[in-house]
């Protein structure tokens, strides 16, 4: 089984919907990512928590919200899509300490389009 | 300016070559820098860290120049298996916080 899961894979929703999308994870890392791709432009940091009571916004975090409802689960909502939120989106978790919390584990991640 | 800029590519080569991606990042204080792979649509790999002294994963050789602010992948030995888009990223300040380029894409052929 997989060690970083995300559901949907794929999902088409209509401007104005409220979507979420959901990370869970089985390899007991505290810290966790949510991140999104468009072509061109790279993977950007949405919103990141370190541990259950810590929540971060991260590089573009406007139009999105998160929760981490518990150690291995954080999920990442749109309150309201639009166009321009269409990307792929990937869900990584790092462990805490050493030199080793520098290595993210991603999600196999969830294609969002919003028509 | 980004953060970390890379050629997008893509670099075609054949089995069998040498190829080589270059990268730079503009914040000085960046402390760690990495190599992910990233295969088409999948999700990002860690390749491999890179160190100040250079290391060398088999046929992956990554280098560190923090003067230039510049860091390479060497792969030698190129198989089609290598085919993929290798990302630049680097850590600055908070821990585990990274900072990805856009990808170089390789394609390697027969």
């Known amino acids: 089984d997989a060690d970083v899961t995300q559901t949907p894979r794929n999902r088409i929703t209509k401007t104005g919907k409220r979507i979420m999308l959901e990370c869970s994870q089985t390899?007991?890392?505290?810290?966790m990512y949510w991140y999104r791709q468009d072509p061109g432009l790279g993977l950007r940091l949405i919103y990141y928590s370190f541990d259950v009571k810590d929540i971060n916004k991260g590089e573009i975090s406007d139009g999105y919200s998160v929760s981490r409802q518990a150690q291995a689960k954080f999920s990442l909502s749109l309150e309201s899509a639009i166009p321009n939120q269409t990307a792929l989106y990937f869900c990584?978790?790092?462990?805490?300490?050493?030199?080793?919390?520098?290595?993210?584990?991603f999600g196999p991640g969830t294609r969002l389009t919003v028509t | 300016r980004k953060e970390v800029e890379q050629d997008p590519g893509p670099f075609n080569v054949p089995e069998g070559a040498t190829v080589a991606f270059n990268c730079t990042y503009s914040n000085s204080a960046s402390q760690s820098f990495f190599w992910y792979r990233q295969d088409c649509r999948k999700e990002p790999k860690l390749l491999m860290s890179?160190?100040?002294s250079g290391n060398e994963d088999g046929r992956f050789t990554a280098q560190l120049n923090r003067a230039s602010q510049y860091i390479s992948l060497l792969i030698r030995d190129s198989k089609l298996s290598d085919s993929a888009t290798y990302l630049c990223v680097v850590s600055t300040g908070t821990a585990s916080k990274l900072t990805f380029g856009t990808g170089t894409r390789l394609q390697v052929t027969l």
């Open positions: 890179v160190y100040s």
């Open positions: 990584a978790t790092s462990d805490r300490d050493g030199t080793s919390s520098y290595e993210q584990y």
């Open positions: 390899k007991g890392h505290d810290r």
